[in-house]
T-cell receptor, first 112, second 118 residues
Framework: QKEVEQDPGPLSVPEGAIVSLNCTYS??????FMWYRQYSRKGPELLMY????GNKEDGRFTAQVDKSSKYISLFIRDSQPSDSATYLC????????????FGPGTRLSVLP | GAVVSQHPSWVICKSGTSVKIECRSL??????MFWYRQFPKQSLMLMAT?????????EQGVEKDKFLINHASLTLSTLTVTSAHPEDSSFYIC??????????????FGSGTRLTVV
């Protein structure tokens, strides 16, 4: 079993839809849960992160962590064509880069 | 915001030759640089971590004599794939940690290099 699993998609949704992206993990030591967005031919950029359990909201984006189920989600409300990108989840037991574990990413297309 | 410039963005080389990939932090000092490799539909996998002026620390299973990493300055790190073979074809990407950055916001990725060995 891989440490972090993520459906690679691709996922296509109409503009304005609510998008749900998910990752599961197996290592209960993970405390930091990150979501990166990667546009074509660009490097991943940190979208948002949470520490331990709970929700975090930033504009149209909401990150949720359920440590009991080892499941994290990223919700995008009122999705826009500009949200079309690959979304990678990443996790770590601390905030040291050498310990980040990434999912393979989900490719999202928001159709106008 | 912080920018890491990675070159080349793609390269095709013949089997047996060496390829050098550069990552430069343009507006900050990168005290630590991370090099990743990503095969199609798979996750970013950390290959090595390097601190400026020190030898790189390689992850288990990564050949240090094949993947030479140099981090001679606070703004430049290079990865050289020596004696490349077709199985080295992959997407290579660097990430730099800003020495003055805090927490998870202090990491900036390059845009990646697509290496194809023929």
């Amino acid at each position: 079993q891989k440490e972090v699993e993520q459906d690679p998609g691709p996922l296509s949704v109409p503009e304005g839809a609510i998008v749900s992206l998910n990752c599961t993990y197996s290592n209960s030591a993970f405390q930091y849960f990150m979501w990166y967005r990667q546009y074509s031919r660009k490097g991943p950029e940190l979208l948002m992160y949470t520490y331990s359990s709970g929700n975090k909201e930033d504009g149209r984006f909401t990150a949720q962590v359920d440590k009991s189920s080892k499941y994290i989600s990223l919700f995008i409300r009122d999705s826009q064509p500009s949200d079309s990108a690959t979304y990678l989840c990443a996790m770590s037991r601390d905030n040291y880069g050498q310990n980040f574990v990434f999912g393979p990413g989900t490719r999202l297309s928001v159709l106008p | 915001g912080a920018v890491v410039s990675q070159h080349p963005s793609w390269v095709i080389c013949k089997s047996g030759t060496s390829v050098k990939i550069e990552c430069r932090s343009l507006d900050f000092q990168a005290t630590t640089m991370f090099w990743y490799r990503q095969f199609p539909k798979q996750s970013l996998m950390l290959m090595a971590t390097s601190n400026e002026g020190s030898k790189a620390t390689y992850e288990q299973g990564v050949e240090k004599d094949k993947f030479l990493i140099n981090h001679a300055s606070l703004t430049l790190s290079t990865l050289t794939v020596t004696s490349a073979h077709p199985e080295d074809s992959s997407f290579y990407i660097c990430s730099a940690r800003d020495g003055s950055g805090t927490g998870l916001n202090g990491y900036t990725f390059g845009s990646g290099t697509r290496l194809t060995v023929v």
